[in-house]
Each structure stands twice: as structure tokens, then as C-alpha cells.
């Protein structure tokens, strides 16, 4: 696509669930990254993906967080057992080259915890 | 840990002036500085970047500063206009490692 598509554009949870974060990156992109941004803070680094080579988890903050990325193009990232500290905007980048080139972002996905 | 921060979390300013916004950076082996602009309910947009063998990189009505001797970075808007308003981010990065971001800055400009 045109660019960084994030589903949903927004998500409601209860404590203790579940969920799961879609990222389509522009097509051809090899590098693939995810950040947190809690309200009114700058990004997080989460976690980085380039080409075929291993993840770089060192950003994700517990287990309970893990991300994938299937055949070199759609992430998911996923949070396990939510918790109300998890409520933030997750956004998803994406770029040609490894960091040699400034990333597209998506609009995010509002993640609320209740 | 490593990161890189904004002097100022607001900046104000009339229409029409010129806009300076500062960051400063720990990581003395960063080699690439990107400077991005986030509106409400979006994505940070890319601005600017430059790398650490420049000090001086122009765009269109912006110029962002390098000053490895101190580790410092800053964004410089020309004649402001109202749809600048936003926050900026100054991030930086070294070859193979994803960006770091700071905290922003919130710039408001009135009419």
C-alpha cells in the first residue's frame, strides 16, 4: 500500500485479556519497528525487525509482550494478560534500509485498558 | 540508558517567526539525527534528517544544526504558520539499531 497501515485504530480491553496488534508495512519495506507512546510521552522503542535476521526484542518491557512478522511484511504485536499500564498508542514504522533512512509511520493503534 | 532529550517541552510563537527547538543527545555514537513532527492522532511525519560528517542540512523552510562537540541537535522553522503547530521529536540512532526518540516539544503558533 501507499503506507504504514495499523489495525484497529483504536481497541477497549478488559484487565486480563488478550490482544493483538496488526501492522501491514509499505510493501518492499525489509525493516519493521514498534514503538509505545503513553500519553503525552515520547515513542518507546519495543522491538525491531530487519529482513530475515533475528528480532530485536531488547524494548519490550515483560513477557508479556512478544511480536512476529510473517513473511517479511504483516506484524502482529501482542499483549498478553493485559494490564491498565499497557494503555497507550501503539505505533508500527517501517523503512527501506537499516535505520539508513527515516521511518514511515502509521497513524497507531489506541490501546485502553479497563 | 541512552537517550536523548528536549530542552523545552513548549515553545510559543507568533505567526511569521522564526521557530528554534533544541534537543540534546547522550550517545556520542550516534551517527544519524532525525527530526519528525506529530499532529493530534497521528503518526510522527519525518522532517529533516542528517548525518554525524555534516553539521548544516537545509529543507524547505527548515534547517536542522549538528554540534557533535557538545552533542546537541536543533530544529530551525522559517516564518512560521499556524499549521506548524505540533510536537517535535528529535531522535537518533547509530547503523543497525532502531531510532530513539525524546520526550518532544509542543509548539504552538498564534495568528
Known amino acids: 500500500g501507499a503506507g504504514v497501515s495499523q489495525s484497529p485504530s483504536n481497541k477497549v480491553t478488559e484487565k486480563g485479556k488478550d490482544v493483538e496488534l496488526r501492522c501491514d508495512p509499505i510493501?518492499?519495506?525489509?525493516?519493521l519497528y514498534w514503538y509505545r507512546q503513553s500519553l503525552g510521552q515520547g515513542l518507546e522503542f519495543l522491538i525491531y525487525?530487519?529482513?530475515?535476521?533475528?528480532?530485536?526484542k531488547s524494548g519490550l518491557p515483560s513477557d508479556r509482550f512478544s511480536a512476529e512478522r510473517t513473511g517479511g511484511s504483516v506484524s502482529t504485536l501482542t499483549i498478553q494478560r493485559t494490564q491498565q499500564e499497557d494503555s497507550a498508542v501503539y505505533l508500527c514504522?517501517?523503512?527501506?534500509?537499516?535505520?539508513?533512512?527515516?521511518?514511515?509511520f502509521g497513524s497507531g493503534t489506541r490501546l485502553t485498558v479497563v | 540508558g541512552e537517550s536523548v532529550g528536549l530542552h523545552l517541552p513548549t515553545l510559543s510563537v507568533q505567526e511569521g517567526d522564526n521557530s528554534i527547538i533544541n534537543c540534546a543527545y547522550s550517545?556520542?555514537?550516534?551517527?544519524?539525527f532525525i527530526w519528525y513532527k506529530q499532529e493530534s492522532g497521528k503518526g510522527p511525519q519525518f522532517i529533516i534528517d542528517?548525518?554525524?560528517?555534516?553539521d548544516k542540512r537545509q529543507g524547505q523552510r527548515v534547517t536542522v544544526l549538528l554540534n557533535k562537540t557538545v552533542k546537541h541537535l536543533s530544529l530551525q522553522i522559517a516564518a512560521t504558520q499556524p499549521g506548524d503547530s505540533a510536537v517535535y521529536f528529535c531522535?537518533?540512532?547509530?547503523?543497525?539499531?532502531?531510532?530513539?526518540f525524546g520526550k518532544g516539544t509542543t509548539l504552538s503558533v498564534s495568528s
Open positions: 525487525f530487519q529482513g530475515n535476521s533475528a528480532p530485536d
Open positions: 510493501s518492499g519495506h525489509t525493516a
Open positions: 514504522a517501517s523503512s527501506s534500509g537499516q535505520g539508513a533512512y527515516g521511518y514511515t
Open positions: 531522535a537518533e540512532n547509530q547503523a543497525g539499531t532502531a531510532l530513539i
Open positions: 550517545n556520542s555514537a550516534s551517527d544519524y
Open positions: 542528517i548525518r554525524s560528517n555534516m
